[in-house]
């Protein structure tokens, strides 16, 4: 189910959508139901979007942002990427206070 519902989110016309739509009616009907109380479609499937917006993927900043802290740290074991997340977070709380 869960490779279905992507398909479905992703989909960029009615036709892919429809067939995304068509297979998870055969595996478990109630999905159907339960996406239609989710929202309407234009919240969760790509056809539906506004076409004025420029971006392909629906994503937010703060993930993007931590993931590009993390650097060269994201390798390595738990408690040193604790510890690389704060002493990043200290510097950079350090530079904020002294230039303001």
Known sequence: MYSLFWHACSATSTF???KAMDKMQKINPLALVWLSKLRDQESWTRYKFDPKIC??????NFVE????????????????????????????LFFVINLT
């Open 16 to 18: 892919t959508l429809k």
């Open 65 to 92: 942002n931590f993931n590009a802290t993390l650097g060269v740290d994201r390798n390595r074991p738990v408690l040193t990427l604790l510890e690389g997340t704060v002493n990043f977070s200290c510097v950079s």
């Open 55 to 60: 971006i392909d993927e629906n994503k937010t």
